[in-house]
């Protein structure tokens, strides 16, 4: 375990962390000032207390067994976010607004956020995606290049989803307006609660939102 607990620029790579350094451990609040947070092949990034990432952009690279956890999420405060090559499940707090600038999450990516969610790169991800940006603000992913193959809003605004195939949506609260389309199937595993307008455009393909709890 690698314990990063004072300021840092530049770049982390994990095969130049020593055989014990597959889990880069954030001990302490730091900021990379004028620079990016940049970690390459670093097997697990953990934070052991709540403590944030202060920087321009992150950029993550093959972190292949996990980007933080359920009960304790990886805090970042930056512009935007980007997971790269190989990841395994994804679990972050951003503190204000972030921009995703591509993602690649083999299992699940969990981003809660205090300001909206925008994209500037498609996003890959094999396991659920959930999102939460709060009720105040959008969460705009409008890349048709997508591949999500589960979408939950915990919170947001107005919502735009596009995918590139077949999408389930799962349990959402959303307190503007929802606009969905994709090239598949778009289907539910939760009951979707929207206080604006719904509109969903899946081509050719069928619309199955059959849970009697839906309130559109």
């Known amino acids: 375990t690698f314990n ?11 095969g130049g962390l020593g055989a014990d350094a ?17 970690v390459t092949d ?10 944030t990432v202060s920087t321009t952009n992150v950029l993550i690279n093959d972190a292949r067994a996990a980007i933080g956890t359920a009960g304790a999420p990886f805090m970042i405060q930056a512009t935007t976010l980007s997971l790269t090559g190989t990841n395994g499940d994804a679990y972050l707090n951003e503190a204000d607004a972030i921009d995703l600038a591509g993602v690649n999450a083999g299992g699940v990516f969990n981003l809660t956020t205090n300001g909206a ?7 890959h991800v094999v396991g659920a995606t ?8 959008d969460i705009i992913l409008s890349d048709a290049t997508n591949t999500l193959s ?4 915990t919170s947001g ?8 195939d077949a999408l389930d949506l799962a349990a959402s609260t959303i307190s503007g307006n929802l606009d969905v389309a994709t090239s598949g199937a778009i289907t539910q595993s939760g009951a979707l609660y929207v206080a604006g307008t719904s509109s969903f455009n899946a081509g050719a393909n069928t619309i199955t939102l059959g849970n009697a709890a839906n309130d559109f």
């Open 4 to 14: 990063l607990s004072s300021g840092v620029t530049g770049q982390l790579d994990g």
């Open 22 to 38: 597959d889990v880069l451990n954030v001990a302490g609040n730091f900021t990379t000032p004028g620079a990016a947070f940049d």
């Open 42 to 51: 670093v097997e697990t990034l953990a934070d052991s207390g709540g403590f």
């Open 117 to 123: 969610i925008t994209q500037s790169g498609a996003l």
């Open 130 to 137: 959930t999102l939460a940006a709060g009720a105040a603000n």
């Open 150 to 153: 589960s979408v939950g809003i």
């Open 157 to 164: 605004n107005n919502v735009t989803l596009r995918d590139a």
